[in-house]
Antibody, heavy 120, light 113 residues
Framework: EVQLLESGGGLVQPGGSLRLSCAAS????????MSWVRQAPGKGLEWVSA????????YYAGSVQGRFTISRDNSKNTMSLQMNSLRAEDTAVYYC?????????????WGQGTLVTVSS | DFVMTQSPDSLAVSLGERATINCKSS????????????LAWYQQKPGQPPKLFIY???TRESGVPDRFSGSGSGTDFTLTISSLQAEDVAVYYC?????????FGQGTRLEIK
């Protein structure tokens, strides 16, 4: 059974940094691209970033380009999102998702999410 | 970027009746190389992550009831629930994966009338 478990969320001040992690199990992690999708409270879904199975290719939403960095460690079956220069509008539940392909794949399995709150 | 627009924003349908949700892309998401529409539909219930329901615009994910169907091509797509059940109450999102970054519609909230 595919399982994705996010961690690292919490309260951070504007301008601060936070690192999210996603632990994956139940599939051959290195064979699949992964992504982060976020959802602000009471709002819709927004794509944040994605990374290829090898980790050699990535892409970002314009709203986070230059501030967020996605990475993965295939030896540990984990993916991370380093978030710097955080803003109030980054407040959201961040979901880790497994993709069916890269770059043109869709999420077919999602974690439960981790809440990031940016506030002073 | 591709903009996905859903209509309506909310919808109330009686149990056993048909529900129709529309999704329009700002550009065609039909790929000429394989004649496939790069569109997925998700269901999200309160407090839960989204769940994949349909991909390639009309292919149901394993385990999705056959009362759910997807149709459309190019820029205009539809998610249809043929006979609404109480457990179908949720927010539904369309998503294009033709172009990066992928983009979601704003969501349609489906309720029981």
């Amino acid at each position: 059974e595919v399982q994705l478990l996010e961690s690292g969320g919490g309260l951070v001040q504007p301008g601060g940094s936070l690192r999210l992690s996603c632990a994956a199990s139940g599939f051959t992690f290195s064979s699949y691209a992964m992504s982060w999708v976020r959802q602000a409270p009471g709002k819709g879904l927004e794509w944040v970033s994605a990374i290829s199975g090898s980790g050699g290719s990535t892409y970002y939403a314009g709203s986070v380009q230059g501030r967020f960095t996605i990475s993965r460690d295939n030896s540990k079956n984990t993916m991370s999102l380093q978030m710097n220069s955080l803003r109030a509008e980054d407040t959201a539940v961040y979901y880790c998702a497994k993709l069916t392909g890269f770059p043109n794949g869709w999420p077919n399995c999602w974690g439960q999410g981790t809440l990031v709150t940016v506030s002073s | 970027d591709f903009v996905m627009t859903q209509s309506p924003d909310s919808l109330a349908v009686s149990l056993g009746e048909r529900a129709t949700i529309n999704c329009k892309s700002s550009q065609s998401i039909l790929h000429s190389s394989n004649n496939k529409n790069y569109l997925a539909w998700y269901q999200q219930k309160p407090g839960q992550p989204p769940k994949l329901f349909i991909y390639w615009a009309s292919t149901r994910e394993s385990g999705v009831p056959d009362r759910f169907s997807g149709s459309g091509s190019g820029t205009d797509f539809t998610l249809t629930i043929s006979s609404l059940q109480a457990e179908d109450v949720a927010v539904y999102y369309c998503q294009q994966y033709y172009s990066t970054p992928p983009s979601f519609g704003q969501g349609t909230r489906l309720e029981i009338k």
